[in-house]
Structures are given as C-alpha cells and as structure tokens.
C-alpha cells in the first residue's frame, strides 16, 4: 500500500469553478500535511499546511484534515487558467533519519478558460 | 521566504563520470535537507535525508554509494552521482528544513542530469 495516494487525474474544471482535489494516507501516525504545487519542469512550491481536524483557508485555498478517516483534501475557489499544475499531497512520517515528507504521485489540474 | 539554490541548474554528462550537485540554504539554516528524485510524469522519490554533521539516511533501494551526500553546514548538502548512467538521467531536487520552524520545507528549483 502505498503512503500517499491520490488520483493522477487529470481533473478538468471551468474557470471560476471550484476544483476539489484529494489524498489518503496510511500512516495514522502522521500529524503534519502538505499541499504543493508543481508547475512542469519546476520544483514543488507550498500552498500551505494543516496539522488539525477541519478546515484552514488561506485566500482561494482551504485544505481539510480528516485523521479519523486518514484523508486531506483541498479547494481551489474561483480557479484560473493559472492553477493548471500538478498539486501534490504530502505527509510528514517518523523514519530512521528523523522526520521525513513522503508525497503523493501528484493530481494533474487543468483550469479551462 | 526562505530561499534554496542548486547547482548547476543542467548538467549533460558521460556515462561513467560522476556529477556533484550543491544545495544551499541562502537565508536560514537547514539542519535537515533531502534529496527527491522525479522521473517524468512521476511523484517525488525520497533518495535520503541528510542531517548536518551525520551520516545521510538513505531509503530502500537507494545505493549510499553510488549516491554520496554530504551535509559539512547548516547551509550546504551536495549530492554526487558516481559513475553515472543513462537510467540515472533524472529531476534531482533538494529540498531544506529550517532549524528554527523545524516543520516547512523548502525546495529548490531542481536540478536536471542528463547521462548520454
């Protein structure tokens, strides 16, 4: 099984559309979660973190935690053509160097205009 | 916002030399940084986590000799590919912990190895 999974996609919405992006993960250890974006042949940028159940909104982003169910999810509002990347998921595990950010295989979203 | 640089940025290279590529923290200090591997169309890999002053951590099915890190600062890891081959060729990207939050990571603009 693997850590961090998500749908490859692609997820196609309208511009102005709210585009909903998802993640399951398997260590119910974890505490720490990460949504990147990563544009092609670029690196991953934050678009933010959440460490507790619920929602966190920042601007057009709101990233929701769900332990009990092993599940992080994210909103994009008002998407624009701009949003098109791949958004990755990332979970922060214990290892044997200390504590380690495994990401997901990435979510590909394409904002039409 | 934190700031991580790499170098070189391309590298083109021979099948059997070895390529070192540097990462540095440029305004804060990493007592952490890892070293990601992307195929195309493909997540991030995690290759190791190197702590500064301390031997790297490698994950599963990642040669430590063929992939050397060294972490000598709280600014500086490299990361060597000896003897480099074609199915080496790949997205090399680093990314850096700060000391202080101990939480984000910050990654670099990546590195791209190309072996003919």
């Known amino acids: 099984q693997k850590e961090v999974e998500q749908n490859s996609g692609p997820l196609s919405v309208p511009e102005g559309a709210i585009a909903s992006l998802n993640c399951t993960y398997s260590?119910?250890?974890?505490?720490?979660f990460f949504w990147y974006r990563q544009y092609s042949g670029k690196s991953p940028e934050l678009i933010m973190f959440?460490?507790?159940?619920g929602d966190k909104e920042d601007g057009r982003f709101t990233a929701q935690l769900n332990k009990a169910s092993q599940y992080v999810s994210l909103l994009i509002r008002d998407s624009q053509p701009s949003d098109s990347a791949t958004y990755l998921c990332a979970v922060k595990v214990s290892g044997a160097g200390g504590f380690k950010t495994i990401f997901g295989a990435g979510t590909r979203l394409f904002v039409k205009a | 916002g934190a700031v991580v640089s790499q170098h070189p940025s391309w590298v083109i290279c021979k099948s059997g030399t070895s390529v070192k590529i540097e990462c540095r923290s440029l305004d804060f200090q990493a007592t952490t940084m890892f070293w990601y591997r992307q195929f195309p169309k493909q997540s991030l890999m995690l290759m190791a986590t190197s702590n500064e002053g301390s031997k790297a951590t490698y994950e599963q099915g990642v040669e430590k000799d063929k992939f050397l890190i060294n972490h000598a600062s709280l600014t500086l890891s490299t990361l060597t590919v000896t003897s480099a081959h074609p199915e080496d060729s790949s997205f090399y990207i680093c990314?850096?912990?700060?000391?202080?939050?101990?939480?984000?990571?910050?990654f670099g603009p990546g590195t791209r190895l190309l072996v003919l």
């Open positions: 260590d119910r250890g974890s505490q720490s």
């Open positions: 959440i460490y507790s159940n």
């Open positions: 990314s850096a912990r700060e000391q202080r939050t101990e939480e984000t990571q910050y």
